[in-house]
């Protein structure tokens, strides 16, 4: 397996004048990595940015996580440098690796406004960490937001004017456990029931549109919230406000960004003892 250097090596990649530093996150599989491993590559980033100094940083990473990787490290990372990331849908000989790596060093030398945050860059798109997704298992295109931080042409790249609706979190070592529930039609709220009586330190809940859910999906949230298990509530969409269709007490909406990213900002709120920075940031939240 060719690492970024290799890569760079041989795409003749020629920049003067210009300070940029790569980081490989890993040379496991990325669907191995575990939260503590995405915080651990956050201090990797915040490091290579103190002592390298460079006018910005790329990290590729394989695609099954890598929405995951980028989007703790826009919560946590410095963000004065561009951060980059990008990886390969395809591998091999005449694989989407080079292009992607290639455009990714464009995009972050291009960069004029680090309040977009981390960037994610893939198929000539570059998205923000916090809204990327990957939803397809092998093509090209597989990863997509609903309205991208720019295009990368021959002639230049075309940035948006909207920035992110970023959520910034202290780095802290984590140690709770999170579960993701999902709702589906005919669901009573059994998965809730049974993770907040086995250990769960806070449920993330995809529910339905923009917040709708039977009346024992409710009863079940309100339950484990009286248990003390912290509650955060996404849409299923994976995207858009969360308004529920019923009063919930001391849950804490994640409008606007996907359950698996809703996840890992409640697992840092949680270790770093900082629940009201996610509910502060909900307030602020623009559909």
């Not at 100094?53 to 929405?67: A, K, Q, R, S, V």
């Not at 790249?157 to 999170?178: K, Q």
């Not at 299923?236 to 849950?251: F, L, N, S």
Request: one cysteine or more; a negative charge; aromatic letters at 4%.
């Amino acid at each position: 397996m060719l690492g970024g250097e290799a890569l760079i090596s041989h795409l003749l990649i020629y920049t003067p004048d210009v300070r940029w530093s790569h980081e490989d996150a890993s040379r496991i599989p990325s669907s191995c990595v575990t939260p503590k491993g995405l915080v651990s590559l956050a201090q990797r980033i915040d490091c290579a940015l103190s002592d390298r100094e460079p006018d910005m940083l790329l990290i590729t990473h394989g695609t099954d996580t890598m929405e995951e990787a980028a989007a703790v490290a826009d919560m946590v990372c410095r963000d004065d440098v561009p951060i980059v990331f990008t990886g390969a849908m395809r591998i091999g000989p005449g694989g989407d690796g080079p292009r992607n790596i290639a455009e990714a060093i464009r995009a972050g030398l291009d960069v004029t406004d680090t309040q977009r945050g981390v960037a994610v860059v893939m198929n000539g798109t570059i998205h923000a960490a916090i809204e990327v997704r990957k939803l397809h298992s092998a093509a090209d295109d597989a990863f997509h937001s609903r309205e991208p931080l720019g295009q990368i042409a021959l002639k230049g790249i075309r940035w948006r004017e909207r920035r992110p609706h970023r959520l910034r979190l202290p780095r802290a070592e984590p140690h709770h456990i999170v579960r993701l529930v999902r709702l589906v039609a005919g669901d009573s709220g059994a998965q809730i029931r049974e993770a907040a009586t086995h250990g769960a330190d806070g449920i993330v809940i995809e529910l339905f549109g923009a917040g709708n859910a039977p009346s024992d999906i409710f009863d079940a949230i309100a339950s484990a919230a009286d248990a003390g298990v912290c509650i955060a509530l996404t849409t299923r969409c994976g995207d858009g406000p969360v308004r529920p269709a019923r009063d919930c007490e001391h849950v804490i909406m994640m409008p606007g960004i996907d359950a698996l990213k809703a996840r890992l900002a409640l697992i840092l709120a949680l270790a770093s003892d900082r629940v009201d920075l996610l509910r502060s940031w909900a307030t602020e939240f623009e559909p």
